[in-house]
């Protein structure tokens, strides 16, 4: 391992269903490494492979942190950073960031410059902007809860002036924002499938994860809820993919959850401060980026995640709800 400490924990793989192991899910370092362990509550971590570093937000500091792979050095990349949360990479490789604080999506030019891509829907100011996934097209789908406005611990206080949660489009062509699905307690972590033929929202306040078919144009159809979180295993935040289509879901004080395509909880990853978010990474997308609580973790694994950009768009006809 790269520099870091190793936290023990008595059992780090929980083995539900046999195809856990099959899979090869249980295969990887007996231990969490400690990157970094100095946040205040620590999301979004990103990375970013043209320069082998990590990126992720300590929110209530407002700032995001950097983490070098080929040294382990750490390192402030923006403070003050609008009170970040969810992070990822464009089709051209710039930073996309959800910045609750300042209540907009931004990206990251490649000379440093930030451009707003988003900071209201209709007149009316965004709530917070959590978490954001890029389709192949150039397509941004991004989820709006208040989490940010509720008190000023992870952004400034204040009410909604849109009055609901919603997840919304951003169009590449510059056609401006659209709302695409709505009807959610707490939108919070979104990925799209391999293929990019569905999107998967987890609610964390419902505590289930919801799934749309995604259509030509962008439109989103509702396909009902993929997988609710079993009582007293924490509530869902951020999730991703690996490439054998199962779904990971950070899941708070449950750790890390692996579900099968079918919606079977095949097992999970015990770690000991409650998970927000998750990423793979590394030079073979097989190292997990773990936010939990004050600390960045890694774990190699025996899984490979999904690239940042999974497929391509589907071929299903335009026609979906919104």
Request: hydrophobic residues 35%; contains cysteine.
């Amino acid at each position: 391992m790269t520099g870091g400490t190793t936290t023990e924990r008595p059992q780090l793989y929980e083995i539900l269903d046999e195809r856990f192991r099959t899979g090869k899910c249980h295969v990887g370092d007996s231990t969490l490494e400690t990157l970094h362990a100095d946040c205040r509550w620590a999301e979004g971590p990103l990375y970013v492979p043209a320069g082998r570093y990590v990126v992720w937000s300590d929110i209530p500091n407002d700032r995001m942190l950097r983490w070098d792979e080929a040294t382990g050095a750490i390192g402030v990349f923006r403070s003050p950073a609008g009170h970040p949360n969810g992070n990822t990479l464009d089709c051209q490789g710039r930073l996309v960031t959800c910045e609750q604080g300042n209540r907009r999506v931004t990206r990251t030019e490649h000379d440093g410059s930030v451009t707003v891509l988003a900071d209201r829907f209709e007149g009316r100011r965004l709530n917070s902007p959590n978490d954001a996934a890029v389709r192949s097209d150039g397509t941004i789908y991004f989820s709006d809860p208040d989490f940010g406005i509720t008190t000023d611990y992870e952004g400034h206080a204040a009410q909604s002036e849109i009055g609901a949660c919603n997840v919304y489009r951003l169009d590449p062509d510059g056609g401006g924002i659209r709302l695409v699905a709505d009807g959610f307690r707490g939108p919070n972590g979104l990925v799209l499938s391999p293929d990019e033929s569905r999107l998967y929202v987890s609610d964390s306040r419902a505590n289930h994860i919801r799934v749309f078919d995604v259509y030509e144009d962008g439109s989103l159809a509702d396909a009902g809820v993929f997988v609710a979180c079993a009582p007293g295993l924490g509530n869902f935040d951020n999730i991703r993919f690996d490439t054998a289509g199962r779904l990971w879901a950070a899941a708070m004080d449950g750790g890390v959850h692996c579900y099968d395509p079918d919606g079977t909880l095949l097992g999970r990853l015990l770690v000991p401060t409650p998970v927000a978010n998750i990423r793979f990474g590394g030079p073979k997308r097989n190292r997990m980026f773990l936010a939990a609580d004050t600390t960045l973790y890694s774990l190699v694994m025996g899984v490979t995640g999904l690239p940042p950009l999974p497929g391509r768009h589907p071929v299903r006809p335009a026609g979906g709800v919104h």
